[in-house]
């Protein structure tokens, strides 16, 4: 099993939709949890750090469930702009680990 | 923020040449800085861990004697891929963070070297 597996894409949406990810997690040792948008042969850009109390960032809301050892993300009224790929990451320790990355979710988002 | 620097952004090079991809954090010491690399349609994967004056340790899988690392000053780290071939084309893509407090450890990363081996 991997250590982060993520929902398979890609996702084709209409602008203004809703769009949930998900992703799961099996080390119940892992401390931090991110969400990265990816463009196409770009590095990654964090979107957002992910708490059990939930955060929301604008348009995007994440999610952490600790218990079921499950992230979401989840992205309001979508623009064309939020076509990317979204990676669920997560570190095992609170400092100086790397992260372990999700193989992404790619969303289109069309007019 | 913190800013990671890497170059070259893109490589093309003949099979059996080495080539040198180098990662500089630029308002930061970096002790550690991580190398991934990334297939397409893959996800990042964690190759090694390079850390200030000492060796590096390398993921399950990862040829050392390949992958080259140095990490000889807190600014400034290096992935050298040596004799390269077409099966190590690939992005790599390094990344330093600000472990702990506020920053939760959070990573920034370079920019990215798109290698292709001819």
């Known amino acids: 099993r991997k250590e982060v597996e993520q929902d398979p894409g890609p996702f084709n949406v209409p602008e203004g939709a809703t769009v949930a990810f998900n992703c799961t997690y099996s080390n119940s040792a892992s401390q931090s949890f991110f969400w990265y948008r990816q463009d196409c042969r770009k590095e990654p850009k964090l979107l957002m750090s992910v708490y059990s109390s939930g955060n929301e960032d604008g348009r995007f809301t994440a ?45 289109s988002v069309s007019s | 923020g913190a800013v990671v620097s890497q ?17 500089r954090s630029l308002d930061f010491q970096a002790t550690t800085m991580f190398w991934y ?3 397409p349609k893959q996800s990042l994967m964690l190759m090694a861990t390079s850390n200030e004056g000492s060796k590096a340790t ?19 780290s290096t992935l050298t891929v040596t004799s390269a071939h077409p099966e190590d084309s690939s992005f790599y893509i390094c990344s330093s963070g600000l472990a702990g407090g506020r920053a939760k450890n959070i990573q920034y990363f370079g920019a990215g070297t798109r290698l292709s081996v001819l």
């Open chain 1, 63 to 107: 999610q952490l469930n600790r218990a079921s050892q499950y992230i979401s993300l989840l992205i309001r009224d979508s623009k064309l702009s939020d076509s990317a790929t979204y990676l669920c990451a997560v570190t095992l320790w609170e400092a100086g680990t790397a992260l372990i990355f999700g193989k992404g979710t790619t969303l």
């Open chain 2, 7 to 23: 170059h070259p952004s893109w490589v093309i090079c003949k099979s059996g040449t080495s080539v040198k991809i180098e990662c």
């Open chain 2, 37 to 39: 690399r990334q297939f």
């Open chain 2, 58 to 76: 390398y993921e399950q899988g990862v040829e050392k004697d390949k992958f080259l690392i140095n990490h000889a000053s807190l600014t400034l």
